[in-house]
């Protein structure tokens, strides 16, 4: 997963590991400072996902926690963050 900054003109890249493919991301934003990015990573090798929780500000790093799930969630599965209104 990559995440490029057009105003930097840099991008930073989380590295999920062989046989673990990310879906598209979710940006849910903290209420101070960046947010953080949710994705499920389906695991190739066992068949189950995971929801993997990214820092924003560095999708670099180690992941903020990991929800190992008992099986696997189909690609192509969407969610929303929405305020609480």
Same mark, same amino acid.
């Given at each position: ?6 105003? &930097?003109?840099?991008? &930073? ?7 673990? $493919?990310?879906?598209?991301? /979710?940006?849910?934003?903290? %209420? ?8 499920? /990573?389906?695991?190739?090798? %066992?068949?189950?996902?995971? $929801? /993997?929780? $990214? ?9 903020? &926690?990991? /929800? ?6 189909? &690609? ?5 963050? $929405?305020?609480?209104?």
């Amino acid at each position: 997963m990559r995440r490029y900054d057009l105003h &930097a003109g840099t991008s &930073a890249e989380h590295v999920f590991g062989e046989r673990h $493919l990310p879906g598209e991301a /979710v940006f849910v934003p903290a %209420e101070h400072g960046e947010g953080w990015l949710l994705t499920y /990573v389906h695991d190739a090798a %066992e068949d189950r996902s995971d $929801l /993997v929780v $990214l820092d924003a500000g560095n999708v670099a790093a180690a992941p903020v &926690a990991t /929800v190992h799930l008992p099986q696997r969630v189909p &690609a192509g599965f969407h969610g929303n963050w $929405l305020p609480d209104a």
